[in-house]
């Protein structure tokens, strides 16, 4: 099995709601770690271009930086907590890979911190 892991970060606030009761706005320096896994390497020996992950990834988090994320879709409608975060980016990741560019890569899981010690990571289901 290989992996590449990709990081990003970017700078954002929210305010969760916690058992019925949101919490006071404040910011993160986000830290997205996305790992992509896969059996095989194509013809020239890769599993997939850092750079077109890098980039996918990149576009991604745009929306986000510097934003209130109660303000940004999804998170507009749901709790923009450090496991959704993830799973959106996951999700969206995996949607956004050209599998022509890498066909034997897949997102096998992406993780945010919020703060030292304090990181969510969500593990996409190998799909057939």
Do not use: Q, W
């Amino acid at each position: 099995m290989y992996e590449i892991v990709i990081e990003r970060e970017f700078c954002a606030a929210h305010a969760l709601t916690i058992s019925g009761t949101r919490e006071p706005f404040h910011g993160h320096n986000f830290r997205v770690v996305a790992v992509i896994a896969g059996e095989e390497l194509d013809d020239d020996g890769l599993l997939c271009d850092f750079h077109t992950v890098n980039e996918v990834l990149k576009d991604i988090c745009r929306p986000f930086v510097n934003a209130n994320l109660n303000e940004v879709e999804p998170f507009d409608r749901v709790n923009p907590s450090a496991e959704h975060i993830a799973r959106y980016i996951a999700d969206t990741l995996a949607d956004r890979l050209d599998p022509a560019l890498a066909p034997a890569a897949r997102v096998a899981s992406v993780s945010v911190t919020e703060t030292t010690g304090s990181r969510a990571v969500y593990h996409r289901e190998r799909r057939p």
